[in-house]
């Protein structure tokens, strides 16, 4: 037994020795922690040795397991440089979580950000599109009301063509010179109303002038009839082809009817406003009286003319005479457009100008002398060169 016993206990301290040798090499490199794992693994070692006297196996027996223990210590260090692999993965694995975790929130972040600027410029587009669906709505609305307007007005002129009996006979019914020139009754007119409307556009000046003084005969009103006709007066105008004659009739038809159109009276104004030394007196005084009646004041320099009217360059007192308006304090033709002379000692009228000097016992003040001249005086008395008080 004693013999066995030392050499049980040699090949424990060959096994033994050897594993603490290595373990001793192993844990001055390793941690503390590795080496308390070093030992209890030793520990086991030495505990699981002594289980082999108690075998009756011969002496070889424990030969065997000497072999694979040197093994299993390798094995032992292999785990634990694994361990201690995994361990400083596991220390370093929170910064390189939270390397990782910025880089994603930073990309979510990015991703978000590019998601807002997506649906911004989604509802930027579909704000363009409803602004668009709008625009074409009102557009559309625009248009319907137009047509409703349109269907309106020809519905209302069917309808007052019905009520005058109209039809095809009475839109083609003539309304020439001769046939306006004989109505003398509303009754008459009426009949002819339907043709005036749809022939007035395509007539010639002197048709237009018989259908206004037929309407002053008659004082037929009628707002179709009336706004078709203006338009054809402003474009007649424009192209100079009404004489005064037929101005004269138009404008004493929309006087006697009240029918005041802006645009007719200034284009009176505008073509007539260097034709006013050839128009005849009455129609001058005519003329006058209308714009007054109308209350037209925008061309006041031709309602002054036709107070007024102006001189000729060949006139002996162009310029010679004193302008009344100007003397009065406001000449709306101007300094330099004015035939008379703005010079407040010019003479008012040619005879003062002319008239030859003569001593006469009456004196009169510039008062007298300026508004009183017909009562105190005057050309044929020679008040035109003596002293003046």
């Known amino acids: 037994m004693g013999p066995k016993r030392f050499i049980c206990s040699a090949a424990q301290d060959d096994l033994g020795g050897n594993s603490s040798e290595e373990g001793s090499d192993a844990e001055a490199t390793r941690p503390s922690r590795k080496a308390k794992e070093v030992k209890t693994s030793a520990a086991d070692g030495s505990a699981s040795a002594p289980s082999a006297p108690s075998a009756p196996s011969a002496p070889s027996a424990p030969s065997a397991p000497s072999g694979p223990s040197a093994p299993s210590g390798s094995r032992d260090g292999e785990s634990g440089g694994g361990e201690k692999k995994a361990k400083k993965e596991k220390e370093f694995a929170w910064m390189d979580s939270d390397e990782d975790d910025e880089d994603e929130d930073a990309g979510k972040k990015a991703e978000k950000e590019k998601e807002k600027v997506k649906e911004k410029d989604k509802e930027k587009e579909k704000e363009k599109g409803r602004s668009r669906e709008r625009s074409r709505s009102r557009s559309r609305r625009r248009s319907r ?3 409703r307007d349109r269907k309106k007005e020809k519905s209302k002129s069917k ?3 019905r009520e005058r009996g109209g039809g095809d006979e009475d839109e083609n019914a003539d309304v020439s010179v001769e046939v306006l020139d004989e109505v003398e009754s509303f009754g008459k007119m009426m009949m002819l109303a339907p043709a005036l409307l749809k022939k007035i556009r395509r007539m010639t000046p002197e048709n237009v002038a018989a259908a206004c003084r037929a309407m002053t005969r008659t004082k037929f009103f009628d707002a179709d009839i009336l706004r078709d006709l203006n338009d054809v007066l402003k474009r007649l105008l424009q192209r100079n082809q009404l004489s005064s004659v037929h101005v004269n009739d138009v404008l004493t038809c929309l006087y006697s009817i009240n029918a005041y159109d802006q645009g007719v009276l200034s284009a009176v104004a505008t073509c007539f406003r260097t034709q006013i030394t050839g128009l005849d007196p009455m129609h001058r005084a005519v003329w006058q009286e209308i714009f007054k009646g109308f209350k037209h004041e925008l061309e006041k320099d ?8 102006p001189l000729t360059a060949i006139s002996p007192g162009y310029q010679r005479i004193r302008c009344f308006h100007h003397s009065r304090g406001f000449c709306a033709v101007g300094d330099k457009a004015c035939s008379y002379s703005h010079d407040p000692g010019a003479p008012l009228t ?5 008239a030859p000097v003569r001593s006469s016992p009456l004196v009169m003040t510039q008062n007298q002398y300026t508004m009183g001249r017909k009562i105190y005086g005057g050309a044929r008395n020679g008040q035109f060169g003596g002293s003046q008080g």
């Open 145 to 147: 009301s137009r047509d």
């Open 159 to 161: 309808s007052k063509s």
């Open 302 to 309: 031709f309602l002054q003319l036709l107070e007024t009217p």
């Open 350 to 354: 040619l005879e003062m100008h002319f």
